[in-house]
């Protein structure tokens, strides 16, 4: 019962989301007007009498894609600050402004916002439409198609043909997709281990601009048919697909929980020699993995039960309380379990 209480407390006191502090009725008027989920506005120019009108609305921060030389009689940046709102100037000239740069700092933009109600205008909304199209295909791995669509919904109009190209000149540049080169393994960040292949172009990918969390619950001794620990191989594998796709390696978070049979592939050569007879075939992966970032856990359980001392250990391994500590840890920070 107390739990209900303190979830009705939580559920009744938290704020209230974006969409829900926004009159959209008092922004009728604004040209090309759109409402996007879960806290955006889309629009043409607004004038210098609209400005109270955004801040009565609710309108917290307001993202200008508009040089200030279109609007040279209008301080808009003032104007919006001076009224109680946070204001962002991103100018795009046009189809030339239709960089990965400028679409990363939109993204950036919109993040940095929040769940505050935002309003994202330029003169009539088409290069709103533009950017976003081109966010939702390179940044969050939609179909050329789809972004055009959701493009369309943001206000994009003449400058599709622009998009197109733009988004044609980056699937020429990302690795070949035909049967030939599918079929092919790759290795673009760990080279000795999970090679995977490209898809066809219009495949759903990763998103790029959000933290992919992964952890592989390694508790056995199973091997690869080159005769690899196959945890560690699923290690590799997942920093490869995602590098495949294109997703940033800062985003990218992939942790391995060793335990169980899987216990012995944590040993220093000089200790699998001692206590097993033979160096660590596993220590040229394990290396790989934590120069790519990879964390690499080993359950004190397991180690204590096989008499193994801390300074048995390799120096890429970090010694954690058990395995079930450290996978519920890891759950409860986002990781996705792999087993």
């Not at 369309?152 to 020429?172: H, I, N, Y």
């Not at 560690?232 to 985003?251: C, F, S, T």
């Amino acid at each position: 019962m107390r739990t209900l209480l303190l979830f009705l407390i939580v559920v009744v006191c938290s704020p209230a989301m974006g969409s829900e502090r926004l009159d959209k009725a008092a922004l009728e008027g604004l040209p090309n007007l759109s409402f996007h989920e879960p806290n955006f506005v889309a629009s043409g120019r607004i004038e210098p009498d609209d400005v109270a009108m955004l801040f009565a609305a609710g309108i917290e921060v307001v993202i200008d894609l508009s040089d200030e030389e279109e609007t040279p009689e209008f301080d808009e940046s003032a104007a919006i600050t001076e009224a109680g709102m946070r204001y962002n100037n991103l100018p795009i000239d046009g189809a030339a402004g239709l960089t990965e740069e400028n679409v990363e700092t939109l993204d950036r933009l919109m993040a940095a916002a929040g769940d505050a109600p935002t309003l994202i205008h330029c003169g009539s909304s088409n290069r709103v439409g533009a950017l976003v199209a081109l966010r939702a295909a390179t940044l969050q791995g939609q179909s050329v198609e789809t972004a055009i669509e959701i493009g369309k919904a943001w206000g994009l109009m003449g400058l599709e043909p622009a998009v197109r190209e733009q988004l044609a000149k980056s699937s020429a540049a990302a690795p070949t997709t035909d049967s030939a080169a599918t079929s092919k393994l790759q290795f673009p960040r760990i080279t000795s281990s999970g090679g995977v292949y490209a898809m066809p172009a219009g495949v759903e990918l990763p998103a790029r601009n959000i933290i992919h969390r992964v952890v592989i619950d390694a508790t056995t001794d199973a091997t690869t048919p080159t005769g690899g620990n196959r945890h560690l191989e699923a290690a590799a594998r997942a920093i490869n697909l995602y590098a495949l796709a294109g997703v940033p390696a800062e985003n990218v978070k992939v942790a391995v929980v060793i335990h169980g049979k899987a216990a012995p592939l944590v040993l220093s050569d000089a200790s699998h020699q001692r206590l097993l007879g033979s160096p660590n075939p596993d220590a040229g992966i394990i290396a790989e993995l934590h120069k790519a970032g990879v964390e690499l856990f080993v359950c004190g359980q397991s180690t204590s039960h096989r008499g193994y001392a801390p300074a048995d250990l390799r120096d890429e391994i970090t010694l954690a309380l058990s395995a079930m500590t450290k996978l519920a840890e890891l759950q409860a920070a986002g990781y996705g379990l792999v087993p």
